[in-house]
């Protein structure tokens, strides 16, 4: 069972654009939703996460907006960078421990 | 300081072998996770280590597959009978407590031929 859907497979956003990841979840007790980024051979890296008490989040040129009701979440990258090509995985969890991953969001930032 | 360290990075193996993975987590860290990442599943969770004791095994997809972690630090992951769906990374993350940020190693590649 598909517990966090992820789209899209794969993104391609001009550098200065805004690269857009949607999310969504189907068990309500999730509790926590992080995003991660994750470079060619390198294990993914925590990149902002939030809790559902709040509806946005936002860490620099990173931001996540929260959709209780729907059961969905976004993260927007704004002012894309060729630097920020990477794949980007939405997680979930309950209280913080084992995370079940969305699968997976390539992009490419363009120049 | 040091982060989540795992070796080897790369291993092939023949179908039937067993294989030992290991995870030396961030010091102090008191829980532990290994993943798998695969082409086609996604980051999958095998297995959840608080201290060395193992809460949650519900993610591991067989018996051939078992896990152990010694003196709250290091663990190792084993498969034993190594088959071809078996390949993939298996990243290992570790957490001050269950409560805050995973942090994940390189993984450990591995590809049975």
């Known amino acids: 069972q598909q517990q966090v859907k992820q789209s899209p497979q794969s993104l391609i956003v001009q550098k200065g654009g805004i690269s857009i990841i949607n999310c969504a979840y189907e068990n309500t007790a999730f509790d926590y939703f992080p995003w991660y980024q994750q470079f060619p051979g390198k294990g993914p890296a925590l990149l902002i996460a939030?809790?559902?008490?709040?509806s946005e989040k936002k860490e620099g040129r990173f931001t996540i907006s929260f959709n209780k009701s729907a059961k969905q979440f976004s993260l927007h990258i704004m002012d894309s960078q060729p630097g920020d090509s990477a794949t980007y995985f939405c997680?979930?969890?309950?209280?913080?421990?084992?995370?079940?991953f969305g699968t997976g969001t390539r992009l490419q930032v363009t120049l | 300081g040091a982060g989540v360290s795992q070796s080897p990075s790369n291993k092939v193996t023949e179908k039937g072998k067993d294989v030992e993975l290991r995870c030396d987590p961030i010091s102090g860290h008191t829980a532990l996770y290994w993943y798998r990442q695969s082409l086609g599943q996604g980051l999958e969770f095998l297995i959840y280590f608080q201290g060395n004791s193992a809460p949650d095994k519900s993610g591991l997809p067989s018996d051939r597959f078992s896990a152990e972690r010694t003196g709250g630090s290091v663990s190792t992951l084993t498969i034993q009978r190594t088959q071809q769906e078996d390949s993939a990374v298996y990243l290992c993350?570790?957490?001050?407590?269950?409560?805050?940020?995973?942090?994940f190693g390189a993984g450990t590649r591995l590809s049975v031929l």
């Open positions: 997680a979930a969890s309950r209280r913080a421990s084992k995370l079940t």
């Open positions: 939030i809790r559902p008490d709040v």
């Open positions: 993350a570790s957490s001050l407590d269950p409560l805050n940020i995973q942090y």
